[in-house]
């Protein structure tokens, strides 16, 4: 570990431990996401200062250990942690900027307001350099649903929404228990337990409605952000599954996980040179988006697919234009050139 | 003994020693009061006490590049002669975390005299609210609204998770400092612990550790202003090339890192994904002069909130579209902006006008909602949506 970061670390160490409660190793440990022998070399470099100063120095700080209690005496000072540094003042910046995106009108103004008044006193210099050459953008939310979902999924409130799914004539209502918020590929997916709900179509329906709360996993969907058209956040709370676990609903870097009792296909895709390389990097980070791989003598690469929702491959493959198509199988090929054709009447 | 002083308990004596004097404190009576320097300050020949001053001065100096303000101040020595001696202090007030108090209500923004904010911000300082410069002792009190305290909490708990982010860990050095005093908006587990399971998640994929590499050496080249040379995957040209650019800028956008920066061989500007650069270098000479200047009038912004049919290396003037959604389309398109809702058509249709300056994805994202969007003007961009579609469906037509 360098000095730097060994004094950033005693510095906000040394106030979390002051006082006559003190904290716990494994608290200090948690809140600096490392480990209690970590903890425990950073308490040795402050006992070690008894060793080298002289008689009567060193008082500053007195350090004591029992059982797993840290508790640090200290002259008056080092009891408050260091102002902000310019990066952790353009950490927040950022953080606040992109949530301001989110937002329109007098919210987003007042984060922005907020950002450029906490980076100025809080880390006491003038960060506005630095911030007008740093953006992210997590997505705007201009009609407050992702919000909505933020709150909800951080209070445990169960939700009703209206969600469009893709292909469907119209939207359709579902409750859910909001576990997490997952961005992924350029956007936000609320993964959550869809429950039973009068006139509801949802998995939960029928004789799903009388299984017992250890099915909840099979009762796990993932809702696209974008196709809730609305939110009702409802008084009623729940808890987080003890065993809920976001990796499980994923596949490779993609929000997606076959579900029991929904068929997939296997859909061979070919596509052409020009995108070919863009569909090798795609593998190379998510291997799991695809079955199996053939690289063609031309510089094509066919790439099957398994595939459980017809009209996201349709979208799929037509986002490719004349570079992508469907080898097989028939029904896939046939749901593209239909779409195709209404757009070429259209 | 002083050998067995590590530079970490070295600085510490040293903020130890500093913080929380009034006055400024002279040479001789810090370099003997901080055990470090004090052996050979007293006992050594003028050698050995120049040695302890130059570490003295380099610890003061990279304590002051982390950002622990140590001053350089005169120093009035009372009987003295008219020699002015130089002392250092290291005052409460810029050394502490300011209290943060959580009040209901709005927090009105501190009025300020420009000229007054504009002479401080020039010297890297701050004023309290009443536009003074403050008692060094005391340290400063901001006041936050509850809503904006939740709102600090989850910025820094959103960039933190987000991968590859090159403040990631700044962001939760900052979390844990602002959750002091803010503990009931940082989360249950611990008073500042990130929460092992944050509503909000980002998953990482193959790449991400190496675009977290790349990141850091581009924060980094940003923050010095230096040039930075790597080797680029672009999507135009199927051979990698090497550039050479000066970074304005890093944006995360689609869930993609990109570097906003003027390429000095081909004398424009450019936008580069990161996961598509190799051997990123930053120039390492003269590492404390900068080799560019960013131009005021740069605004990242500018690159930020754009589509793909926006963002690239075409320069073209952008084009106004016309398109329209299909019911229920319409309710997705309106409820998540896609440009800009002109009128309200029949049967829950709607109309939206698009800026696109680069027409090949812009058709292809319109071609892949299989209908439920057509392009209504120009009418060039029309037929060309059209001939798409039927080059398209002409594969299928083939046995």
Redesign the interface.
Known sequence: MT??A???R???LI??ASGHEG?SLE?LA????STVDDVMRDVE??T??A????AG?GD??QVLLDDDRLRIWTA???R?????????????G???R??A?KYKGSRAG??L??AR??E???????VSE?D???????G?D??G?RSQL?RA??DRHVIDIDY?KAG????EKRRVKPY????????WYVLGESIAQAGAVGPASGAAAAASDDDWRSRVRAFRV??V?DVLVRADTFE?PDG?D??EH?T??R?YRPHAGVPEVEVTVRYAPAVA??IRERL???RAWAERTRDADDGSLEVTHRVADM?WL???V?????DA??VAPAQA??A??A???????? | MPDQISKTQRWLDLLAFLVGRRLPVGVDELMQNVPAYAEKWRHGDETARASVRRMFERDKDELRQLGIPIETMPLDVRGSAAEELSGYRLARRDFYLPYLKVVAGEVPDPTVDPAVEEEYRRRGRTLDASGRRGDPAAIREVKIAEADAEDAIQALRDVSELPAFPYAREARSALRKLGFDLHSYAGAAGATAVPAVAPSYFPADASTAAVADRLRTLADALFARKRVAFVYRGIARSEPTKREVHPYGLLFQHSRWYLVAHDTMREDMRVFRVDRMDYVKRNTKSPNTPDYDIPADFRLADYAQKEPWQIGESSDAAVTVHVRFEFPRSLWAERNGHGEKIEELDDGATLHAFQVSQPDPFLRWILSFAGDATIVSPADMADDLREMARNVAAKYARA
């Open positions: 000095a730097e060994q004094l950033e005693l510095l906000w106030p979390a904290s608290e948690a809140a600096m996401q470099a402050l070690a200062r060793y080298y100063q002289r120095e500053d700080l008056g000072e080092l408050r942690p260091a102002r902000l540094t310019v990066r952790e003042a353009l950490a927040l950022i953080g606040l992109a949530g995106l007042r984060m307001n907020l008044r906490l100025q006193e809080l880390a006491g210099v003038d630095l007008r050459v740093h953006e992210v953008d997590l705007e201009p009609a649903v933020e999924a951080r469009l469907a004539s119209a939207p997490a918020l997952v961005h992924a590929e350029g956007a974008d196709r058209l987080v809920f976001v990796e994923l490779g870097a929000v390389r863009w190379a980070e998510d009209d349709v979208s799929h037509l986002q490719y234009g004349p198509e469907v090929r046939e593209v050139a779409a195709a054709g209404r757009v070429a009447t259209g």
